[in-house]
């Protein structure tokens, strides 16, 4: 396809998007939620089937020699088509919230003045490695009653137009509009470059994948954007705290998985528990090879580990998103220097407070400048589906329009509404 061809085929997509969101916008909620439910179905009952699509994809990973992290994040498993099954159910029984009325107050001139939330319209989604990403954009554009066109990577296009057409399918048996959601059938990267410059047909982008892609969409988009750039996550073990607790959800941070934004990459401990907590946590990362880049503190702490992998960290490592078992640690004087240090290096994702004093965790969530902080928890939980949202469309670090996991409300408007009985203004 060439670039003539290509910008046609986008605008003719625009313009398709733009005529589904008003019916989109219009439909009821029994509508959305038959939608939804059809297409929780249709995934469990494709489960097979769309193994077979991502299987290609994850094969040409391989070959193309992709990271071990970037082929993971491509897996379809039966746990992963599972989550984005229960995802769709958990929107469906969610309360509609298109055309709630709040804040309705009568002014002193007679006229009631409050607030509408409605759908933005038409959003674009480019992703990239991970197809279940299709599902929960398809998922969480239905529920929120808007159109949406999605741009996945090249390395699924496969299991993605699996994806889409079981969403497509959904959407038919609940008599939604054809083109409610468009999958970008091309893999060529000007497809991207029209999608992110239709003003006349799309309201809002959202970039989700590696910091590249982001930058790129961020500095050509000539529509707004919601976007995070980085996902450098901390935990902060204080003192006091509960060393058992703190050992287990630490590990559970960076070692569940290593390939989400929301793993833990820096980890910070207060001198007074360092001694003891150290040489607990190190263990752990050893047997499991997890790198541990410390400060000169931490690491004549941690030689005492056996097969520990230590080097020292660097300026740069403070700010790095690893994706990979490495980790950053640094012993710090206490809350104040915890909190200076993550809101100098963080990338306002996500951070954690390990502690027992109840002072210090409500000074933490506070005054760390994150979209999500938390207080004895796993940084692992920054997830719209784990928040209840149903799913998520990806992490805003922005502070307009939405900030943290984006659901069904960060894409959605609120519009004033006036009710009056003939009145004018004197």
Known sequence: MNALNIAETMQTMGLQAKVAAAQM?????????KALLALARLLRDNVAALQVDNARDLERAVANGLSDPMVDRLRLTPKVLETCAQGCEQLAHMPD??????????????????QMRVPIGVFGMIYESRPN??????????????ACILRGGSEAIDSNKALARLVAQAMAEAGLPEHGVQLVQTTDREAVGQLIAMPAYVDVIIPRGGKGLIERISRDAKVPVIKHLDGNCHTYVDDPCDIELAVKVTDNAKTQKYSPCNATESLLVARGVAQEFLP?????????GVEMRGCPEALAILRQVAGAQLAEATEADWSEE???PIISVKVVDGLDAAIAHINRYSSGHTEAILTRDH?????????VDSASVMVNASTRFADGFEYGLGA???????????????????????????LGEGDVRS
Do not use: C, W
């Not at 916008?25 to 939620?33: F, V, Y």
């Not at 709040?102 to 001139?109: I, L, T, V």
């Not at 998520?392 to 006036?418: C, M, N, Q, W």
């Open 392 to 418: 998520e469309i990806g992490i805003s670090t922005d502070k307009f329009h939405a900030r943290g996991p984006v659901g069904i409300e960060g894409l959605t408007s609120l519009k004033y509404i006036v």
């Open 133 to 146: 990403v299709t599902i929960e954009a398809a998922s969480l554009s239905i529920k929120s009653g808007n």
């Open 25 to 33: 916008a219009r439909a009821n909620a029994a509508t959305k939620s």
């Open 359 to 367: 002072v210090h965790a409500q000074r933490f969530l506070r005054e």
């Open 322 to 324: 690893y994706l990979a």
């Open 97 to 114: 919230v298109i055309g709630e009325i709040s804040g309705m107050k009568q002014q002193p001139s007679g006229i009631r003045v409050g």
């Open 280 to 288: 607990k946590i190190g263990a752990i990362f050893a047997a499991k």
